[in-house]
């Protein structure tokens, strides 16, 4: 075991992007089998399809998204360290969250095909519950992750943590899928 962590530390210093997004994928498809799984309690039912789209998803989008992120908030120097963690979490919360939970809850719309407008309308319904929730989950996992955590490992302990919060956005994001089609059922109902 110990052998094995120090290959991913290894993974991580010497080929950041690679790591992190195999990391992100194998987390994203997690965080989905534990929401259908355990959640959801789908059993035999279990939608592969969606578990896939949500690896993809963290692999090919969130990973190296936030490999670079992290790497840009690493480059930025601040005055004191105090400020340094002050003024990463809050550009982490206030720049990179909204922006990654609206497109989180887009790309699943669209790779669901669902197309612009289902992508509209699921975030239209999602995005702001999502967002205060994330805030109360990743502000304190940011503080202490920017305060006392290598560089390196910052993707590592936000993964951790985002196992958690993948089940939480897979569970979201089918409830708001369900939800669509309850209310398309529903239309032809209230156009008679």
Do not use: C
């Not at 994203?28 to 592969?48: L, P, T, Y």
């Amino acid at each position: 075991m110990a052998s094995l962590l120090r290959l991913y530390n290894a993974a991580l210093i010497q080929r950041p992007m690679l790591a992190q997004s195999a990391t992100a994928a194998f987390l994203f498809g997690a965080g989905d089998v534990i929401a259908q799984q355990a959640i959801e309690r789908q059993g035999k039912n279990h939608d592969f399809m969606r578990t896939a789209r949500l690896t993809f998803y963290g692999g090919a989008f969130f990973g190296p998204a936030l490999t670079k992120w992290y790497q840009l908030l690493n480059r930025i120097k601040f005055p004191s360290p105090t400020k340094a963690v002050i003024y990463r979490v809050w550009l982490d919360q206030a720049i990179l969250t909204p922006v990654a939970v609206g497109f989180f809850f887009g790309t699943m719309s669209i790779l669901e095909g669902k197309g612009i407008s289902g992508a509209r309308d699921r975030i239209s319904t999602a995005y702001t519950p999502t967002l205060i929730r994330n805030w109360g989950v990743f502000i304190p996992t940011q503080i202490i992750n920017f305060a006392i955590v290598p560089h390196h490992l910052r993707f590592v302990v936000v993964s951790v943590v985002s196992l958690f919060w993948n089940t939480y956005l897979s569970a979201t994001n089918a409830r708001s899928q369900h939800q669509e089609v309850i209310e398309l059922e529903k239309l032809p109902e209230r156009l008679a």
